[in-house]
């Protein structure tokens, strides 16, 4: 090869990559040699391939996904700069979610004192229509709102009362940073047909331990230590046991929005 290409190692070294990372970027086709000899494998690169390089080491430093480098490599320096911006926005604003989300959870004296405001009392059985999505915390109000709408539209269309309680399910935790199935439900007092993504449940009877939210509280994070004082009502009950996942219903009690309930056996 002639003197105006580098030898892998001698490319990673000046652009201070790993003999792993650059066949990681080949394979991805972030980096891709100029040149591989059939013989002995040999990968060459041309000098101006370095700044390159060294942007990619640069943006991993980042923590960027690959996917996201590869997006960002092939803007003007301009955009690129704009692009990392609000990245960067992006990734503060989700530190502040975690460092709320901490303080909310480290208040278990105050969260005692909320405990004692749970109460039990029995459900009848319920037909409900439902909706369930995957979302995360920034999709569940329009979620919410939007499957509630079309939920009552349909029950009116079916000539059915619109008024029923609304539930809202989660089967497992909606954060900030990861989707979750939630299930969005309003209770009906007659036969209706399913429809598009909506489905018809019975809910079973149960009895349910439930606490009317606060308003302060009614919001990411603080309303996890709504959720933390039921399970803490709960678990301090010798035989009381959660039967399934944990829901709001609306409106709520006490002049609440809405309460928090588990369903239990007592």
Known sequence: MDGKHLLAGQFGAASRLSPKALRLYAEQGLLIPAEVDPATGYRYYRPDQLPRARLIA???????????????????????????????????????????VVEAVDRSG?????????????????????????????????LIRTAERDIRA?????????????????????TPDSEAPVEVSVACTGPVDPVDDLYVRLIPAHTEAYLPVPAPMEDYPLIL???DAVEAWTDARPGMVTTGRPYEVYPGTAGARFDVAYPVSP
Do not use: N
């Open 58 to 100: 640069r943006l991993r430093s980042l923590g960027l996904p690959l996917a996201k480098i590869g997006a960002l490599l092939d803007l003007t320096a301009q955009a690129r700069a704009l692009e990392l911006r609000g990245w960067l926005r992006t990734q503060r604003d989700r530190l502040d979610e975690r460092a709320a």
């Open 154 to 174: 349909h029950l009116r269309d079916s000539g059915l009362p619109a008024d029923g309680l609304r539930r809202v399910c989660f089967h497992e935790l909606v």
């Open 225 to 227: 230590r709504v959720y």
């Open 110 to 142: 105050e969260d005692l004192a909320l405990a004692g405001a749970v109460r039990l009392r029995d459900v009848a059985a319920t037909r409900a229509v439902c909706r369930r999505r995957q979302v995360d915390i920034r999709g569940l109000k329009d």
